[in-house]
């Protein structure tokens, strides 16, 4: 998928952009040079270029970036000036993670729902938001408008869930679960698999010591 002809290799880097950017502002850096941000954010100057070149004319020779304007413009990109409602469905060690880390309201993305199926954790709160049994989530999703669903169930549920979730409106799922989950085109789904980072990074390990061997 494409944003407004951007790629989605520019896409994933956006955050990080953000991150920084934010960090910046929060520190009263008002403009900053691609030279710098280099220097920052250990990417070239060029990269960052051509990356922030996409939105079209942000820098200017000889001033650099305007810190304020580029962090509004790509949060705009991101989708993050509108708050987005979501709830857990899991309330399991993961679930429980997310629903206490309290920066993503911060990003606009605000806790609505918990749900699990086991009746331990009915009433229990988190964050002053209260864990729910399955049995109410059909009629929550019609009530309240719920923009993303996260997956922190086990995989084996995950596909049933997801269908339900989508057959009563959520177009979103930002899923945990170890499973490739099967839903129509109209349904966003990103997967988040921190064992394919530890992967990622075991492999990175590997390749360090193997050219350090030599
Ligand atoms: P957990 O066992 O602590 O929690 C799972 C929760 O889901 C339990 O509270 C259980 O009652 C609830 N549950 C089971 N069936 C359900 C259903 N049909 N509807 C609603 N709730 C239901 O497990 P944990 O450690 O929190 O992991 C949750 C899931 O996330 C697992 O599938 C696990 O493999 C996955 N996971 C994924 C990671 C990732 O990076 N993608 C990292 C860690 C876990």
New binding site residues.
């Given amino acids: 998928m494409e944003d407004r002809g951007i790629s989605q290799a520019v896409i994933r880097r956006l955050p990080r952009y953000y991150r920084y950017l934010g960090e910046l502002l929060e520190g009263g850096v008002e403009r900053i040079s691609s030279n710098d941000l280099s220097k920052r954010m250990n990417v070239t100057a060029s990269q960052i270029r051509q990356d922030l070149n996409n939105f079209g004319g942000f820098g200017q020779q000889g001033y650099g970036y305007n810190v304020k304007y580029l962090y509004t413009e790509i949060g705009k990109i991101l989708g993050l000036e509108e708050d987005h409602n979501i709830i857990i469905?899991?309330?399991?060690?993961?679930?429980?993670?997310l629903a206490n880390y309290a920066a993503f309201e911060k990003r606009g993305f605000i806790l609505k729902g918990i749900?699990?199926?086991?009746p331990r954790?009915a009433g229990v709160t988190i964050r002053g938001v209260p864990i729910r049994m399955?049995d109410e989530l059909r009629s929550f999703v019609a009530n309240n408008e719920v923009d993303i669903a996260a997956?922190?169930?086990?995989?084996d549920?995950?596909e049933?869930?997801a269908d339900m979730l989508v057959e009563n409106g959520v177009r979103a799922i930002w899923?945990?679960?170890?499973i490739d989950l099967n839903l129509p085109d109209n349904v966003i789904v990103e997967?988040?698999?921190?064992?394919?980072?530890l992967m990622q990074l075991s492999y990175n390990i590997s390749r360090y010591n193997e050219e350090h061997q030599k």
Wanted: charged share 15%.
């Fill in positions: 469905i899991g309330a399991g060690n993961l679930g429980q993670a749900f699990d199926v086991n954790l399955m997956l922190t169930i086990p995989k549920k995950a049933e869930v899923n945990f679960a170890h997967n988040v698999h921190l064992s394919e980072s």
